[in-house]
């Protein structure tokens, strides 16, 4: 990448590779729930929505270690420091090895708590339990990915993080849909499915970080690794992270609650829309990785110009991508439901609300792709905020609309809570500027 020029080729160049293979991250779920929405009983499918809700509030609590490793690794690379590299790499492992053994040692309290939060059917507890103790042995092996995939990401090794996920998400659709209809699993299908692909992804990983990391590990000093300032530096940037995460979290486990307590059909009906909403917003995010990366080797240049001119290409891209989504959901949003379900009143309830998924990306698009910005420069503070704020919205909102108009007030109060986040980190640029650029 040019240093003092951005063009559109050099931007796409990056985002799009990384904006296809997030987007499989979703689909992967997408099969997932495809395929237990053509099973007999809607509780198959309210299983798994629950299950995923369950792994993303571990993972996604987690999440933070692919997202900074990817903005340090960025850094290292503008700054062209070997050893930074390394230590980008180093140290969110070694955390990620603390929390992967920690969620194992701790499986049962978290499994309990959860099912005590969200209240579901026995049935489709006793299912969602099944789908969990399978797939809780890959807490590792994820953790691990989300490590090694922030830091070729953030090193632009475009080609080798799209083939780590594309590739682990195409052999988890593959194996469920082979677990599933032709082996006759069910739902533990589905999570060795998962499970093996995750197997899959580390050895990938493994193989990539060897292929491109070129370290130099034998004149490496290993003590820097937990040298207490750094990692205090970084435990601060991810503690923002995890804030976020815990709101987002938080709001999904509402969410999820309150579908539940409507009725086991309308738990299934929002999950399929969760679904396609997940797959917009994973699109956006993977134009947010992109962003990340231009913008932590900004930083790791100490180039103003550059930034700025990241942060105007993103908007005009964005720009492009909703309109494609939001025209995209209004001619087939038919057709991806039915793909999910061949449950009529399912498929008949998620029509009902289909709409709130059409302007989702034109709500959620600016605070989705400008995450990509802060976090590429390290700065979370504002992030951390944000999500603050907007939660604090939503749990009153959501209190009052729910009773008054039931899932349409589940879903307008979910697009306030992620409207509230694009206002809030548009205003924080000028932070983002003048703490980040000293720019004045």
Not at 50 to 77: D, E, H, K, M, P
Not at 189 to 203: E, I, K, R
Not at 257 to 274: D, H, P, R
């Amino acid at each position: 990448m040019c240093t003092n020029v951005l063009t559109d080729r050099e931007y796409l160049g990056i985002t799009i590779p990384f904006m296809l293979s997030t987007m499989t991250q979703p689909l992967m779920g997408a099969v997932n729930t495809a395929v237990m929405g053509q099973l007999p009983d809607p509780k198959y499918i309210a299983a798994v929505a629950l299950g995923a809700i369950l792994f993303n509030n571990i993972y996604w609590f987690f999440g933070f270690l692919r997202v900074s490793t990817s903005g340090y690794a960025a850094q290292a690379l503008g700054s062209g420091s070997r050893e930074e590299g390394l230590l980008a790499f180093l140290r969110p492992l070694f955390i990620a090895v603390i929390v992967s053994c920690s969620c194992i040692i701790l499986q049962k309290p978290i499994l309990t708590a959860y099912l005590s939060l969200v209240a579901p059917a026995s049935d489709v507890a006793e299912l969602c339990s099944a789908y969990y103790e399978i797939l809780i042995w890959g807490a590792p092996l994820v953790l691990f990915n989300y490590v090694s995939l922030g830091w070729l990401m953030g090193q632009t090794k475009v080609r080798a993080s799209v083939f780590m996920q594309v590739s682990s998400n195409v052999l988890n659709m593959i194996l469920s849909v082979l677990f599933v209809f032709v082996l006759h699993f069910d739902i533990e299908g589905v999570a060795w499915a998962t499970l093996l692909s995750q197997l899959y992804g580390a050895a990938a990983g493994c193989w990539l970080m060897y292929l491109y990391g070129n370290f130099d590990y034998k004149n490496f000093d290993y003590k820097t690794v937990i040298e207490p300032e750094e990692l205090t530096k970084i435990l601060l940037v991810n503690t923002n992270l995890m804030i976020r995460t815990a709101c987002l979290l938080t709001v999904n486990n509402i969410i999820a609650a309150a579908g539940a307590a409507l009725g086991t059909v309308v738990l299934a009906a929002n999950a399929v829309l969760f679904q396609l909403k997940d797959i917009m917003s994973f699109l956006v995010d993977g134009m947010a990785n992109g962003a990340s990366v231009f913008s932590g080797r900004a930083l790791g240049q100490k180039n103003r110009a550059l930034f700025w001119q990241i942060l105007k290409m993103t908007y005009k891209w964005l720009f492009v991508l909703v309109f494609l989504l939001m025209l995209g959901f209004t001619f087939g949003s038919t057709f991806l439901i039915n793909c999910f379900t061949d449950l009529e009143e399912v498929a008949v309830l998620a029509e009902t609300y289909k709409y709130y998924v059409l302007i989702y990306p034109l709500i959620a698009g600016i605070g989705l792709a400008l995450y990509g910005m802060f976090t590429g420069a390290t700065y979370t503070v504002p992030i951390r905020n944000m999500m603050l704020i907007a939660l604090a919205v939503f749990w009153p909102v959501e209190r009052l609309l729910v009773p008054l108009l039931g899932n349409d007030g589940l879903w307008i109060s979910f697009l306030i809570f992620v409207g509230i986040q694009s206002l809030i980190l548009f205003y924080s640029l000028r932070k983002l500027r003048e703490k980040i650029y000293k720019i004045k």
